[in-house]
Each structure stands twice: as C-alpha cells, then as structure tokens.
C-alpha cells in the first residue's frame, strides 16, 4: 500500500512525527475501527478517526438525529435532523475524507448481534450510554480478542478506558449499577462529549500506530468543572460475570 501525493500532503503533520510517520500512517490505513454509538461520544472521535486516515470505519447507531442531539454531536448539522444519524454520518466523513471507507450498521448491538459485528474489525470503541449494549459490546471484544476504547459520559465528569483482555470492561461495572443514569436524565456539558470523544480517538490511534502507553486495564477521570482529572488502575476482578475464573 502506497499513498498518493494528496495524502502525502493530507496527513504531513503526522508524517513527521516520529511515533507515526510513512509506517504508522500505513498502520492507520489498513485498520478497520469499530465506533458502537454515532452521539455525543462517537460524534467526534469519527470525526478525528476519519480525519486521521483510518482505512475503514464502522458505525454502529440505530437512531435518527434529533434537534437536541445538536448540542454536542457536531458531526450532524441542523438539516439532517430527522435523518438516520449512519446516513447523515456517511456524507459528513466522506466531504472530510474521500480516502476513509465508512460502513454502517443501523442497528442495536445486542447479545445476539454483537460477535459478528464486532468480528470484523480490529479494535472498538463504545460511546453508548445503554449497558445493555456495553455489556454485549465488551463481552464479545473479550471473546474475539479485541481491544476495547471505552467512554461514558455525565454531567461534568467524563471517563475512558481501555480494555484489551482481563481485566476487561466488566471487572469494572459487573453489573447495571442501581443508580444507572443517562444524559437525557441528568445532561451534560456538550465541550465535554468534544474531550471525551477526541481521547478516545487518540487512544485508537495510539493503539493501531503502537504510540506511547495506551490507558489499557486504567480508567481515566475527568472533572470539567475542576478541570482536573486523575487516572486509577482496574483490577482483574476474578468474580468479572465475563471473565472470571
Ligand atoms: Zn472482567
């Protein structure tokens, strides 16, 4: 695999970094990404996930966009409100870059679903605020040997995570916490989803270019209001209902 003079010129600023240059953009190239949410969380890191030059992005989202998704899912525009988000997400990465191939999958992942889907690609990333569909999506990266980037989201305080493995996204929530909130509960900061989001897209490229230390079994924290975060190490958990002994 090669590239044209267009991506040359495209991708220059990560060409001259040593932790990416020609080989890691070629790495880049060749991934397949899988984004399990198109809203607040996976708005942006598609965003920075296509304009990194990742080969072949998946999108998995059932939903259509609403007018109070606008807030802070900045890959949808005002008059794509009432369209599939995998439709309007689609037109919107491919004006950003022609050379990212975009798959959608307008669906829910469930339990039943989410081992073929997730099958065929090389590394996740969940932005979804349903544990349902975090819990289907980490047990069937644990079984296909997958790297998962995780986010969630709330209020002012955000969290990612990455779990490749034990301990895996389980050992950290076993099960629906009692107290499970959502953002159409309790909102959030739209600037916050921007964080969020973008650092689990620098996650995926730090894991597909093999850059610095990914946050593998460590979840880090952050405080917009105080504008601090802090970063706390998982344990395997051998009760994990995924993958305990
Ligand atoms: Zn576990």
């Known amino acids: 695999m090669s590239f044209s003079e267009a991506e040359v010129e495209r991708y220059a600023r990560?060409?001259?970094?040593r932790e990416v240059g020609g080989p890691g953009q070629q790495?880049?190239?060749?991934?397949?990404?899988l984004m399990v949410g198109a809203g607040g969380l996976g708005a942006p890191a598609a965003l920075y996930l296509a304009a990194a030059g990742i080969g072949t992005i998946g999108l998995v989202d059932p939903d259509a966009v609403s007018l109070s998704n606008l807030q802070r899912q900045v890959l949808y525009a005002t008059a794509d409100v009432g369209r599939p988000k995998v439709e309007a997400a689609v037109e919107r990465l491919a004006?950003?870059?022609?050379?990212?191939?975009?798959?959608t999958h307008p669906v829910w992942l469930d339990s039943a679903n989410a081992g073929d889907?997730?099958?065929r690609y090389d590394l996740v990333l969940d932005g979804t605020d349903d544990f349902a569909t975090r819990f289907a999506v980490s047990d069937a990266c644990l079984a296909h040997g997958k790297p998962l980037v995780s986010g969630a989201l709330g209020r002012w305080t955000g969290q990612v995570g990455v779990f490749h493995g034990r301990?895996?996204?389980?050992?950290?929530?076993?099960?629906t916490p009692p107290d499970a909130e959502t953002c159409a509960l309790v909102g959030v900061v739209g600037a916050l989803a921007g964080v969020i989001g973008s650092m689990m897209a620098l996650e995926a490229i730090k894991l597909v270019v093999g850059a610095g230390e990914p946050?593998?079994?460590?979840?880090?924290i952050y405080d917009a209001l105080s504008a601090e975060s802090r970063t706390v190490r998982i344990g395997a958990d051998p009760q994990c209902p995924s993958c305990g002994a």
Not at 95 to 103: G, I, K
């Open 14 to 17: 990560h060409l001259v970094l």
């Open 27 to 33: 790495k880049l190239k060749s991934a397949r990404v």
């Open 95 to 103: 004006a950003l870059n022609p050379h990212t191939v975009v798959e």
């Open 117 to 119: 889907i997730v099958g």
């Open 167 to 175: 301990p895996c996204y389980r050992c950290l929530v076993p099960e």
């Open 215 to 220: 946050l593998s079994g460590k979840l880090l």
